[in-house]
């Protein structure tokens, strides 16, 4: 949930930033300017909605950005493998499902 936190203050320092440069494009033309606006509400939400949504990915899928750092720790050093993981033959026929269960083309009778 910490996306979320992210999210509003990334929000809210893009929104700044726009409103910035809005204002000293207002002052240059001396027009009054005035923040709460229907467009700057709908600014702030497109801003706030991908930023959710980035941060929500960032932080949440995996591999996160984190675990993309490529440090080698001790602990990880290579997966032990056993020859007592050989597939046993004999197990496998014992199996009562038909191996042609996945994609068959079809049989043509013109050939």
Do not use: A
């Not at 009562?96 to 009778?109: H, L």
Request: aromatic residues 18%; negative net charge.
């Amino acid at each position: 949930m910490i996306y979320y936190i992210w999210s509003l203050v990334i929000s809210l320092i893009l929104f700044i930033i726009i409103q910035f440069y809005e204002n000293e494009k207002c002052k240059k033309n001396n027009e009054p300017y005035n923040v709460f606006t229907t467009n700057n509400f709908i600014i702030f939400f497109i801003i706030y909605l991908l930023s959710t949504i980035s941060f929500y990915y960032l932080f949440t899928s995996y591999p996160n950005i984190i675990n993309l750092i490529p440090i080698k720790s001790s602990t990880t050093s290579e997966i032990n493998t056993n020859n007592d993981d050989i597939i046993d033959k004999n197990m496998l026929k014992r199996i009562p499902d038909m191996y042609e269960t996945g994609f068959e083309p079809p049989i043509n009778s013109d050939e």
